[in-house]
């Protein structure tokens, strides 16, 4: 039976790559940070991680993570509710309870199954999930797993949002879902409106705050804060994967109930192993860091401005943004893979984004600020960008 299937994937494969749209992996043989060096030798200005705060290989974390390991040994061989949870794991949910202003967190192994794992316990054929367009895949998956009547708003669109809600009222509980930042645009969602749309509709919101917790609102804890609307999200879903370390981990916090339901019924925790404790450690580390000192959210800041700023004087388009993720606007997906390989050879790399992962003709560079970035890499990088630029004919 193999044969014939073989013969299907290769010419759907063939088809993939002749479009432009395969994608290819590259394979670092350092730590993640700035500058790396990937398996062929070459040392790279990194621009396309989620490591927003340079916390993937600080020393604190480091020292943190070995400590536990020490302690708490490598690994937890179990789930949460038989033998997987450690002091360790506790704290870490605390933490973060108490950086986002919520009443209790649930940990998970990843971002993705937080957000798997969280509407199938909580809603059902009665209820009603109101999503926006520009939602993670994780959401998406998240809400198929529902039986929830499911509707749908443009991105950020509040008449869309209200005429959704207004569909949506013979529904016994309402639930709004946004990202906080939007992951290939970089723009922030208006909670601020959501929220006064949910009082209007009696709706409750939930936040996935992967790509804002730690790099939006005035200490890092993402838009709730950035709307000063701290404790007023009934779920929150995030991710230690980006600003808090860029490991493993995932976490859903909010409202007690909502947490203790799903301890109870939620899937992916209930038979997914615990995090490793030096994850935990690790996490427990970057919300200390957090607490004590916004010095590096306001170097990413700076470092976005500046990148912002420059690669518009010198006539790209980036789409609005206040995050750390900067999308430089190019169209067509096999132009994306060329401008993200002639500046690996200027020895940048960044990575083109096309369709499926956005829109067909919004194809684009996302690049992806640090505060671990310094000011001469970022010279480095507007530089590259204008030469390939110039020699693709992209700038005038």
């Known amino acids: 039976m193999y044969d014939n299937y073989?013969?299907?994937?290769?010419?759907q494969l063939t088809e993939i790559e002749s479009a432009g749209l395969y994608k290819q992996e590259r394979i670092l043989v350092s730590p993640q940070g700035p500058q790396i060096r990937t398996n062929t030798g070459q040392e790279v200005l990194n621009f396309c991680a989620n490591n927003y705060l340079g916390f993937s290989n600080d020393p604190?974390?480091?020292i943190a993570a070995t400590q536990a390991m020490k302690t708490h040994g490598y690994g937890m061989s179990s789930v949460r509710f038989i033998c997987g949870t450690t002091d360790l794991h506790k704290e870490l949910e605390t933490s973060i309870s108490n950086f986002f202003g919520t009443e209790d967190t649930i940990l998970?192994?990843?971002?993705?199954?937080?957000?798997?794992g969280v509407f199938e316990p909580l809603l059902t054929d009665e209820d009603a999930i109101i999503s926006d367009t520009l939602n993670h895949a994780s959401i998406i998956d998240g809400v198929r797993l529902?039986?929830?009547?499911?509707?749908?708003?443009?991105?950020?669109?509040?008449?869309?949002?209200?005429?959704?809600?207004?569909?949506?009222?013979?529904?016994?509980?309402?639930?709004?879902?946004?990202?906080?930042?939007?992951?290939?645009?970089g723009n922030i969602a208006p909670l601020d409106k959501i929220k006064k749309l949910a009082e209007q509709y009696n709706a409750m919101i939930m936040v996935d705050e992967s790509h804002s917790a730690g790099v939006i609102g005035k200490t890092g804890r993402?838009?709730?804060?950035?709307?000063?609307?701290?404790?007023?999200?009934?779920i929150i879903t995030g991710t230690l994967g980006k600003a808090f370390g860029g490991a493993i981990g995932g976490f859903t916090t909010g409202k007690k109930e909502i947490i203790a339901m799903l301890r109870q019924r939620?899937?992916?925790?209930?038979?997914?192993?615990?995090?490793p404790p030096t994850v935990a450690a690790a996490g427990i580390e970057a919300f200390r860091i957090m607490n004590e000192s916004t010095e590096l959210l306001d170097k990413l800041h700076e470092n976005r401005q500046y990148f912002v700023e420059q690669m518009t004087r010198i006539g790209y388009s980036i789409k609005p943004t206040q995050s750390g993720i900067c999308a430089v606007m190019l169209g067509d997906a096999k132009l994306s893979q060329e401008v993200a390989s002639?500046?690996?050879?200027?020895?940048?790399?960044?990575?083109?984004?096309?369709?499926?992962?956005?829109?067909q003709g919004q194809a684009r560079i996302r690049v992806q600020?640090?505060?671990?970035?310094?000011?001469?890499?970022?010279?480095?990088?507007?530089?590259?960008?204008e030469k390939v630029g110039r020699d693709l004919k992209i700038l005038p």
């Open 342 to 359: 002639r500046l690996l050879t200027e020895g940048i790399y960044v990575i083109g984004f096309y369709f499926p992962v956005v829109p």
């Open 369 to 385: 600020l640090s505060a671990a970035h310094t000011h001469d890499q970022l010279v480095k990088a507007v530089d590259a960008f």
């Open 222 to 234: 993402g838009t709730t804060e950035h709307f000063n609307l701290i404790g007023q999200a009934e």
């Open 108 to 116: 998970y192994a990843a971002a993705f199954d937080a957000n798997g």
């Open 266 to 275: 939620s899937r992916p925790y209930l038979f997914s192993n615990s995090i």
């Open 6 to 11: 073989q013969i299907h994937l290769q010419k």
């Open 60 to 62: 604190r974390l480091i």
């Open 146 to 185: 529902c039986k929830a009547q499911r509707f749908r708003y443009a991105n950020a669109d509040m008449n869309d949002l209200e005429e959704q809600l207004r569909q949506a009222q013979s529904c016994r509980f309402r639930l709004i879902v946004t990202d906080g930042v939007f992951s290939m645009d």
